[in-house]
């Protein structure tokens, strides 16, 4: 491993204790986090991801921490192979809210933005090719099936510019991308 790589791990390793305090407030028994915490390890072990655990961790203690009284739906732009999908789908169930999932099941569009570096400086040319990312609408429900609570689940198959300005539910968070 690279010592720019070990620093990357040491660094959402730090990230992960510091959300699993957070993570304490919304279950304050040890049994119950690790409980949630085994749940995205499972997912983690079984299906590739694009984000690190710690980005996705963040995103649900926003979902648990918005108030019941707060209405809204959530949603996800890009699911790739459904990891995500899967821990999000958890969190949407334990809150009692719909969880919407677009994606057009086949990978990125053709484009011609050009990515050479991330913002920590890790190359990522060829990243965001066409057709980089993608897990069919099948793999994505296999995976929520296997690893998550599929029945929150509306999958919404499509370009995000075809399908987002239809799109006209009530939402009280960003959307996770």
């Known amino acids: 491993m690279s010592t720019m790589g070990l620093m ?6 730090g990230e992960l ?16 986090q ?15 991801t694009a984000h690190n655990p710690s980005h996705v961790l963040q995103f649900i203690l926003a979902i648990f921490n918005t108030p019941e ?7 996800e732009a890009g ?4 990891g995500s999908t899967a821990k999000i789908s958890l ?5 009692n809210r719909p ?7 086949c990978g990125l569009p053709e484009n011609k933005e050009q990515h050479i570096k991330s913002v920590m400086g890790y190359s990522i040319q060829n990243w965001f090719d066409g057709g980089n990312f993608a897990g069919t609408l099948d793999e994505v429900k296999g995976n929520v099936q296997a690893y998550g609570n599929i029945n929150v689940c509306e999958f919404v198959p499509g ?5 987002m300005p239809l799109f006209n539910k009530k939402l009280p968070w960003p959307i996770w991308m």
Not at 8 to 13: A, C, F, G, Q, V
Not at 79 to 82: D, L, S, V, W
Not at 159 to 163: G, I, L, M, S
């Open 8 to 13: 990357t791990s040491i660094r959402e390793y």
């Open 91 to 95: 969190a949407a169930a334990h809150m």
């Open 69 to 75: 009284s707060v209405e809204g739906c959530i949603v």
């Open 99 to 105: 969880f919407y999932v677009f994606d057009s099941f």
């Open 79 to 82: 699911a790739f192979k459904g």
């Open 159 to 163: 370009w995000f510019n075809e399908t």
């Open 34 to 48: 690790h409980a949630w915490l085994q749940k995205f390890r499972q997912v983690d072990a079984h299906v590739k």
């Open 17 to 32: 204790i510091r959300l699993q305090k957070k993570l304490a407030k919304v279950f304050p028994s040890f049994k119950e």
